[in-house]
T-cell receptor, first 114, second 115 residues
Framework: DSGVTQTPKHLITATGQRVTLRCSPR?????VYWYQQSLDQGLQFLIQ???????AKGNILERFSAQQFPDLHSELNLSSLELGDSALYFC?????????????FGPGTRLLVL | AQSVTQLGSHVSVSEGALVLLRCNYS??????LFWYVQYPNQGLQLLLK??????LVKGINGFEAEFKKSETSFHLTKPSAHMSDAAEYFC?????????????FGTGTLLAVQP
């Protein structure tokens, strides 16, 4: 158990809908990262927050957004969903943002868009 | 920009045999390198990481990796495979030399262990 929790574990929805994925980092960790894992794209970095502020952006679509709240939990919002958004979404956390810092991964949310 | 390449999307070994999973990196700055393992229907777990302290890095479950700058490699090895090692293994590099610590992953290697 990494100490990172993600809810829900599974999500099934329809095209055009909007969903919210939630992540609670390990106790004391200030940095949260979101990654997407799909068969065709592999594991891709989406976005990072550090202590409530956006720190880095990767290949995140404009239809996707995220935020980190004062209690340090984070939410990833996916809207106007398409079939290709079906993937495993991971959240990871670390206690700061320096190079070489270990990221601890949650169990993921499996999203299926029908 | 940093990147990693994993040679061999599938590797099969016999129980007790040597495990060798290959990873080559590309980086304009001294890299931070990681190996993660993903068991079926689970998240990623850190096996080991290289942060320039020592070129031979020992990790959990008997795995180790050697950083070779001349070969731009960070291959993962285990002397004797166990059935429980069957999983997918990802090599990753920390981007920007540490500015943000976002991870760039390889495409993964699925390890099968035959009895």
């Amino acid at each position: 158990d990494s100490g990172v929790t993600q809810t829900p574990k599974h999500l099934i929805t329809a095209t055009g809908q909007r969903v919210t994925l939630r992540c609670s980092p390990r106790s004391g960790d200030l940095s949260v990262y979101w990654y997407q894992q799909s068969l065709d794209q592999g594991l891709q970095f989406l976005i990072q927050y550090y202590n409530g502020e956006e720190r880095a952006k990767g290949n995140i679509l404009e239809r996707f957004s995220a935020q980190q709240f004062p209690d340090l939990h984070s939410e990833l919002n996916l809207s106007s969903l398409e079939l290709g958004d079906s993937a495993l979404y991971f959240c990871a956390s670390s206690d700061w943002t320096g190079g070489g810092e270990t990221q601890y991964f949650g169990p993921g949310t499996r999203l299926l868009v029908l | 920009a940093q990147s990693v390449t994993q040679l061999g999307s599938h590797v099969s070994v016999s129980e007790g045999a040597l495990v060798l999973l290959r990873c080559n990196y590309s980086s304009s700055v001294p890299p931070y390198l990681f190996w993660y393992v993903q068991y079926p229907n689970q998240g990623l777990q850190l096996l080991l990481k290289y942060t320039s302290a020592a070129t031979l890095v020992k990790g959990i479950n008997g795995f180790e990796a050697e950083f070779k700058k001349s070969e731009t490699s960070f291959h993962l090895t285990k002397p004797s495979a166990h059935m429980s090692d069957a999983a997918e293994y990802f090599c990753a590099v920390s981007d920007d030399g540490g500015a943000t610590n976002k991870l760039i992953f390889g495409t993964g290697t699925l390890l099968a262990v035959q009895p």
